[in-house]
């Protein structure tokens, strides 16, 4: 999702935009959950959405997209998150808290939608990781500056990014796939996760 730069309030034309997506997005996790994925159009997502086929690959490149889009550009919020903790903060600790507070940072609302959604098509399931492939390097990087470290010489970077990720990932799919009043906040499944990884290694 496109946001207005920082600097200046949205628009009404931005606001129209977004409007345009929440509404798109909003269409399609009903027309998932009560259809099934494979069992929808985009022509339908348009039509539900009042909008037409044209505006909606305006805003939405596929089908897909709807579902995985929004967690696999998690990485840009987790990297500036991460750069904005404080300077004097573990490694493993400033990363965990990066990751937590992008989860917190999705309306309940919509990712109960979105999870009604992606529960019709399990097969996308494992591909809803909140660190991609493309831009695992980029956070080794950020992490080995924090650590001083050279990551090419210092595998803890590399490490330390992969473990955390991949418990942050599991928490995250095993919460989509829990069910009953009982089922925690998503937030607390992953920081619980992350916790697991943490350790005194990553602070020396």
Do not use: C
């Amino acid at each position: 999702m496109t946001s207005p730069p920082a600097d200046r309030p949205p628009s009404l034309r931005d606001r129209q935009r977004a409007q345009v997506r929440a509404d798109i997005h909003a269409a399609a996790y009903r027309l998932f959950a009560a259809r099934g994925f494979g069992n929808v159009t985009t022509d339908d997502i348009a039509a539900e959405a009042s909008v037409s086929p044209r505006t909606f690959f305006r805003h939405v490149a596929t089908k897909e997209d709807l579902v995985l889009g929004a967690v696999q550009r998690g990485n840009a919020a987790i990297a500036s998150l991460f750069t904005r903790r404080p300077a004097g903060e573990p490694p493993d600790v400033a990363l965990a808290a990066a990751i937590v507070s992008r989860v917190e940072s999705f309306e309940d609302v919509d990712l109960e939608n979105w999870r009604a959604a992606i529960l019709t098509a399990p097969e996308l399931l494992d591909r809803a990781t909140l660190l991609s492939a493309a831009d695992r390097d980029q956070m080794v990087q950020l992490m080995a500056a924090r650590m001083v470290v050279d990551a090419a010489e210092d595998s803890r970077p590399g490490l330390l990014v992969q473990l955390s990720f991949a418990a942050a990932d599991f928490a995250f799919q095993q919460w989509v796939r829990a069910s009953g009043p009982q089922r925690r906040p998503l937030s607390s499944d992953v920081a619980d996760a992350l916790a697991v990884v943490a350790h005194p290694r990553w602070r020396h």
